[in-house]
C-alpha cells in the first residue's frame, strides 16, 4: 500500500504580451485587406523585415511607427490598442495580462 500515485507538473500559464496583441490585430487587418507585407511597409515608410518582427510580436513598435503602420491599414492608433485589448481580455479571461515586455 505504499504506492505513489505522480501527477503531472502544471505548467503556469503563460501570459500574453501585448506586442504579441498588437502583431496580430496588423497582421490579420492585413491580410483581411488582402495586402502583402511588402506593400503596408512601403506605405508605412518601413522596412518589410521590420513590419513582419511587429507582426510576429518580436518587435515593440514605437508610437510613431505604430501610427505609421495603422495610417497604411486605414485604422487609427486607437483602433488598434482596442483590438488588441479585446484580444488580450479574451485570451486573460482567468488570468493576468503582461502589458510590457
Known amino acids: 500500500m505504499s504506492t505513489v500515485i ?3 507538473r502544471r505548467r503556469p500559464a503563460v501570459e500574453p504580451l501585448w506586442r504579441e496583441a ?3 490585430v496588423i497582421r490579420q487587418e492585413r491580410q ?4 502583402r507585407i511588402t506593400d503596408l511597409a512601403e506605405r508605412a ?3 518589410p523585415q521590420y513590419l513582419s518582427e ?3 510580436g518580436r518587435k515593440d513598435p514605437s508610437s510613431e511607427v505604430l501610427g505609421a ?3 497604411a491599414l486605414d485604422l487609427t492608433v486607437a483602433e488598434v490598442a482596442s483590438r488588441a485589448s479585446s484580444t488580450l481580455s479574451r485570451a486573460t479571461s482567468t488570468g493576468p495580462v503582461c ?3
Open 6 to 8: 505522480r501527477f503531472p
Open 22 to 24: 498588437v502583431g496580430g
Open 32 to 35: 483581411d485587406q488582402g495586402q
Open 45 to 47: 515608410g518601413i522596412a
Open 54 to 56: 511587429i507582426e510576429r
Open 69 to 71: 503602420v495603422a495610417g
Open 99 to 101: 502589458l510590457a515586455a
